[in-house]
């Protein structure tokens, strides 16, 4: 009988112990996911930063664009579309959303990493470095886009409103399926 009974106080403890382990291995992967999603937020914000550096003035000389962006008009942008072509100039530059229409920010494919991308990689005309790899480290760069939005201070003529810009940026966790989205509007400083 004492047999017996050892043998279920046995079961009963290997019972609890593999639901202790099994609850100690969901903690361990779920504290894994939320770091690799906060990894993947602050490479989100360092490209909404690179952007917004991209937009006021750039350290990099040789690579500058600040001089496109304008708070007054957006002439440097197209009709429709996102300029794409990691050699261009313009790389990121998205036409101004028609109030009927999809924003850019929802029909560019930030995944794509080849040279006819939409997208601009982080560092790309700030000469900014951000490390990429193993271990903690994101999977690949962060990109963005830069669309430019219209607005009207009160008791300011409506036919010369000022020029804002709306930024869109991705950044990527330790595995590239994390992904983290972030919008910021920024406006250029008088000069």
């Not at 930030?110 to 903690?136: C, H, M, R």
Request: glycine share 6%; with cysteine; charged share 20%.
């Amino acid at each position: 009988m004492s047999l017996v009974v050892s043998l279920l106080m046995l079961i009963v403890i290997l019972l609890l112990g593999t639901s202790a382990a099994q609850i100690a291995l969901q903690a361990e992967k779920s504290s894994r996911n939320d770091r690799d999603r906060q990894v993947a937020f602050q490479a989100a914000e360092a490209a909404l930063m690179d952007a917004e550096m991209d937009i006021e003035h750039s350290p990099d000389p040789a690579r500058s664009r600040s001089d496109i962006f304008s708070s007054e008009d957006m002439q440097s942008f197209p009709e429709s579309g996102c300029n794409a072509g990691i050699s261009s100039v313009k790389l990121g530059l998205c036409a101004p959303s028609r109030p009927d229409a999809k924003p850019a920010w929802a029909e560019v494919d930030f995944l794509d990493k080849s040279a006819n991308a939409s997208t601009v990689p982080y560092g790309q005309f700030t000469g900014a470095s951000f490390q990429t790899g193993a271990g903690p480290l994101p999977d690949r760069s962060p990109r963005y886009i830069i669309e430019p939005m219209m607005f009207n201070y009160k008791g300011h003529s409506a036919e010369k409103p000022s020029v804002f810009y709306r930024i869109t940026a991705i950044g990527f966790g330790m595995r590239e399926e994390t992904q983290v989205v972030l919008q910021t509007y920024y406006r250029k400083g008088a000069k």
